[in-house]
Each structure stands twice: as C-alpha cells, then as structure tokens.
C-alpha cells in the first residue's frame, strides 16, 4: 500500500534528469487523472499533467505541484515552466511506503481502533475474523436503592452503579445486560445468579460483598460457585471479591460508587479484556509531585485517591480532590485520574512524587 508509485498533487510529472537539462520548460504531452493509468510510459523529454493519487508513468519519477508552475500556449501544445530547486521524487508517493508487502499490520489480540480498521481496509480486508462479544450481566443489590426516574422516598438512594458500570463495560466491545436491582435477601440472590450463570460469560454485581447481616452475595457465591478471592488490602474497594458460579466468571463489587469504579478499572476491566482474548496492558503511571499531605496513612494497604491535575511552580503537579469518602461521585467527575499510594508510604508531603493514572489511561 499503495500499489504504485503515485502523485502526492495535482501538477505536471517529469524525469528529473529531463528537468536539469530542460531548465524545467516541458511541451505537456499526457494528462494522467486518479484512477486512469496511463497505457503507456511518459513520452521522452515531455511532461504529464496529473492529479493527486494518479498512478506515475513510467519514465517520470518527480512531480511539480500546479500553483508553482506557469502554463504557456505554444502553437497547439501546452508548454509547462517549472520553477528551479524540485529534488528527484519531490511530491511523488512511493508504491509501498505505507505497507510494505508481506508486512503484518494487526497480530491477533489486537482491540481493533478506528484506525486499524482503516489499515485493514487499504489493504483489500472487507472482512476481519474476530472475537465473539463476551456476555456480561450486571446487577446492583440493596434494600435502599431505587431506579433513576422513580420517586424517592427517605431512606433511599438512587441506584447508580449499575448504569456506570454498563458505561464502563461497553466501550470495551462487550455485550452488557442491565438484569436489575437484587433486595438484600439470600433466596433472591442466589436464584438471580443461578439462573444469570447460565446465560452469561461474566456476572458483575456490586454491593451486599461484606460481612454484614443484610450482605448476601459472599454467601451465595461460596454456595453456587468458588470463591477465589475476598477482601483486597485497597482504598477503597476493600470487599472486592471474585470467583466462578458454573462456567461464568464472577466479580463481586464494593457498593460505594467510588469503590465500584475504582475495582472495575483496575480489576475487572483488565480481566474482561483477558477473557475476550484481547491484549492488555498495564495502564501507565505518570510520576508527579504532589500538591497536598498526608500526614498518617495506614500501612499495608494501597490507596486510589481522585486526583486533579494542576501545576506547582510552573510545572506539572497533582493535587486530590479534597474530600476522602468512597460515596463521593462528585470526586470522580471532577478528577483526571487516580493517586496511587503504594502499601509501604506512611506518609505524603506536598513536593514527594506520586503516581498519577490518567483516566485516558482506562479510555474514560
Ligand atoms: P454495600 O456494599 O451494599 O454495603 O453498600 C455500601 C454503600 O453503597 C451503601 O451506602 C449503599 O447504599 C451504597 N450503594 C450500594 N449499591 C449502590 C448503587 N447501586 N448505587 C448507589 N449506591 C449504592
Ligand atoms: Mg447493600
């Protein structure tokens, strides 16, 4: 790609040798448009008129663009004056200089973007093998919650995970089904995620994953399935849990929002890239000093803070959004990413280096 050597502007095409000697004065004697090769090769000492993507003659190798040159009549012919200084393939796109052949463009794994779709395509690719979308179900549990768009009464809340978490999943090429809101009641659980393993390739659930009374999800899933995993040493998403219910993956959420959002991209979405057969990468970390304190954070447990980007002295710095609690939606809209704290800081002060996690980096 591209095919043939073709011309990068609508001009005169010509053999730079011709050129030097001619003093750049060409009789035009072929007229080659984008799709109309010429049958022939460039007549000897002649220039072409051409147009961009026109496929080059054989014999011409540079091309001069049309606002440089000034056209005269001479008799019935045309006669072209190029201006002097072109170098030998000056505005001439070489056969294969995009792609070369036999190159390969996209390896399996590969989470297809616009613009290796593209790529595909200019290569006569109308039809790429990929994977099946994965299937996931997401549900949300709890007493309080109510959807969006009903009356509320004391005493609840808006369910607002299970809309953020569709958003999350989605973009990713996966297949998401909203299947509701669970009440805080072991048979209801249990049964709605029975019956989901059995559709879906992945279960989401948040809240109802810690040790309290009204808490069903820990239960049901040791009963259906294996637990593989409970209790993360994080800030926030410290319930975070997963395991296997039949053949489907399972990924218990924090209830808490910002919980919710931070254990989904740094856990569930690399493993929903992992099961889909893409590639994934570790989202990368961006070393900046710190705008804010702290002063005593427990050790042994790795903390997410919302951070802003902002400057200090003149250069990049980060700051946190101000208020901790894992409630605080308002953080995550206002944040460019996540502060990462590492298990073994005891303490920030303003000037240390942090490590900053774009959102870009999670493609939000
Ligand atoms: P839980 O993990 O069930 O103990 O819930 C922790 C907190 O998150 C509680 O304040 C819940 O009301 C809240 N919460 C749980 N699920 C949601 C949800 N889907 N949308 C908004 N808040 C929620
Ligand atoms: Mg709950």
């Not at 080059?56 to 190029?82: F, H, N, S, Y």
């Not at 808006?158 to 978490?165: E, F, I, K, P, T």
């Not at 990368?284 to 005593?296: C, G, S």
């Not at 900053?356 to 999670?362: G, K, L």
Request: net charge negative; aromatic share 6%; charged share 25%.
């Amino acid at each position: 790609m591209p095919l043939t050597d073709n011309a990068a502007v609508d001009g005169y095409a010509f053999a730079h040798a011709d050129y030097v000697e001619r003093d750049g004065r060409f009789e035009v004697s072929d007229r080659i448009a984008a799709g109309h090769p010429l049958a022939t090769g460039l007549t000897p000492g002649r220039a072409a008129r051409i147009f961009t993507g026109a496929v080059m003659p054989a014999g011409a190798d540079t091309v001069a663009m049309q606002e440089d040159c000034e056209v005269r009549e001479k008799g019935t012919a045309a006669l072209v004056v190029i201006p002097p200084g072109l170098k030998s393939g000056a505005n001439r796109r070489r056969a294969g200089e995009d792609v070369r052949a036999g190159e390969v463009i996209l390896h399996p794994g590969r989470v297809l973007r616009p613009q290796d779709i593209a790529a595909a395509a200019s290569l006569g690719r109308g039809d790429l093998l990929c994977k099946v979308r994965l299937r996931v179900a997401v549900f949300s549990t709890g007493d309080e919650l109510v959807e969006p768009g009903a009356a509320i009464r004391e005493g609840q809340v808006y369910d607002s995970n299970r809309a953020m978490l569709k958003a999350l999943a989605e973009p990713l090429g996966i297949s998401v089904d909203d299947l509701g809101c669970l009440a805080d009641d072991y048979p209801t659980v249990e049964a709605a995620l029975s019956n989901a393993a059995r559709d879906y390739d992945v279960l989401i659930t948040s809240g109802g994953a810690s040790r309290g009374e009204e808490d069903h999800v820990i239960d049901v899933l040791g009963a259906l399935g294996e637990r593989h995993m409970w209790q993360l040493a994080i800030k926030p998403g410290r319930p975070m849990t997963f395991g296997r219910i039949g053949d489907a993956a399972f990924f218990g959420l924090p209830g808490n929002p910002v919980a919710a959002f931070v254990c989904f991209l740094l856990y569930v979405r690399p493993a929903l890239f992992q099961l889909q057969g893409a590639n994934w990468q570790e989202p990368a970390r961006f070393p900046l000093p710190a705008t804010f304190d702290i002063p005593k954070k427990k050790a042994n447990r790795r903390e997410f803070l919302r951070g802003i980007l902002t400057e200090r002295d003149g250069t990049p710095a980060v700051t946190k959004f101000a208020r901790d609690g894992s409630g605080l939606i308002t953080g995550l809209r206002e944040a460019d990413g996540l502060i990462e704290i590492a298990e073994d800081v005891r303490e920030v002060h303003a000037g240390d280096t942090v490590a900053f996690i774009p959102f870009s980096e999670f493609g939000i």
